[in-house]
């Protein structure tokens, strides 16, 4: 891979983004290989996503997405509806595995991703999302965790498994009127390497396979100018929470059909990947964008951005939500699972995730 283009190409997006989110139909923007009639080719592009493609003549001119942006050439990208994902699963005792039902008292269910140990303490922690564990920041320190997830009938006092320990605050759009302060740390925009349905729509970096050999430059231009009247937009890079469980040795470290994550391995292009969700089980994939820049709605009112995801081939389901990626062939973590649809999965870089949370495996 030549970095000195994929900088380029980095570079292009930053000073397109916002432009590009901003006409109808688009959902995303990011690296990646061009496709041509439904082949990946080996040219680099900043690919535009969007729920559904559209014939030229449906589009209004404003709404075009141009052949190039800033010196790189775009390839628009049909990436469908993508939701945070939820579906029913059994009760497991005493033997807890990772990749089962799991979810906070108030939501429906989500998927036990890992069993972690806090980098201070060496505390053993259950982790998966915030949306799974915290109620999409709608939960209080201490919230009863259940195994089952609610809609799996998991009921209070016979299936708490543990307490909510800490979340990572998801920042919504418009947080600055809602009595919610910015971020502790804002992340930057392009960073190194409740459960029910949300919407999710993706802007990323596609980067399917083989790296173009093309040495033309990328010409600058001014970024867009910023809407006046927009509400902020506080960039997110996980949703992620930890539970501490009830009693440590009810659960396994090893994730169901898969084993005991032994290592975190950065996710490449091409990559095999594999998971074990409540909802579709043992699946295999294989990643596909890189660098996403996400803007997911939690519901109706509700929407947040995030920043340095990852895209794979569709390998989930409504359910799956917290579930561990795993290398194909190893047991190398590789993410954490929070979203998808019938076309990708999305998921968060294992270390962004375990240093963000500050646990280890």
Request: glycine share 10%.
């Amino acid at each position: 891979m030549s970095m000195d283009l994929f900088r380029q190409l980095l570079e292009a997006q930053r000073l397109a983004q916002d432009d590009l989110l901003q006409r109808r139909g688009v959902v995303g923007i990011g690296i990646g290989f061009r496709n041509y009639k439904e082949q990946v080719t080996d040219q680099l592009a900043v690919a535009v996503l969007v729920e559904q493609k559209k014939p030229v003549e449906a589009l209004s001119a404003e709404d075009l997405i141009p052949p190039d942006v800033n010196g790189a050439r775009t390839d628009v990208v049909e990436i469908g509806r993508l939701e945070a994902l939820v579906n029913p699963r059994d009760r497991f005792r005493p033997n807890i595995p990772c990749g089962v039902s799991i979810g906070h008292y108030k939501v429906t269910a989500g998927t036990l991703g890992a069993v972690v140990l806090d980098r201070n303490t060496g505390e053993p922690l259950l982790l998966s999302n915030n949306h799974v564990l915290a109620n999409s920041n709608d939960a209080e320190i201490g919230d009863a965790i259940l195994q089952p997830g609610p809609t799996d009938h998991g009921m209070r006092p016979d299936d708490v498994i543990g307490k909510l320990h800490r979340f990572e605050t998801l920042r919504f759009y418009g947080d600055a009127g809602t009595g919610l302060a910015p971020p502790r740390t804002s992340p930057p925009l392009f960073p190194p390497g409740g459960c029910d349905l949300v919407e999710l729509f993706v802007s990323v970096g596609n980067v399917l396979s083989k790296i173009s050999g093309s040495t033309k430059r990328l010409t600058s231009v001014p970024a867009p100018k910023a809407q006046t009247n927009a509400p902020p937009i506080y960039p997110n890079q996980v949703d992620a929470a930890l539970a501490r469980p009830s009693n440590p040795m009810l659960f396994q470290h090893t994730i169901a059909d898969i084993g005991r994550p032994n290592g975190i391995k950065r996710p490449q292009l091409g990559m095999e990947i594999r998971k074990q969700g409540r909802t579709t089980g043992y699946t295999e994939g294989r990643i596909t964008l890189l660098n996403a820049t996400v803007d997911v709605s939690y519901g109706e009112d509700l929407k947040a951005r995030f920043v340095g995801q990852v895209i794979a081939t569709p390998m989930s389901q409504g359910g799956d939500s917290g579930a561990l990626i795993m290398e194909a062939g190893s047991l190398n973590a590789i993410g954490l699972l929070f979203a998808g649809s019938r076309r990708a999965t999305i998921f968060t870089p294992m270390q962004t995730v375990l240093d963000v949370m500050d646990v280890k495996l």
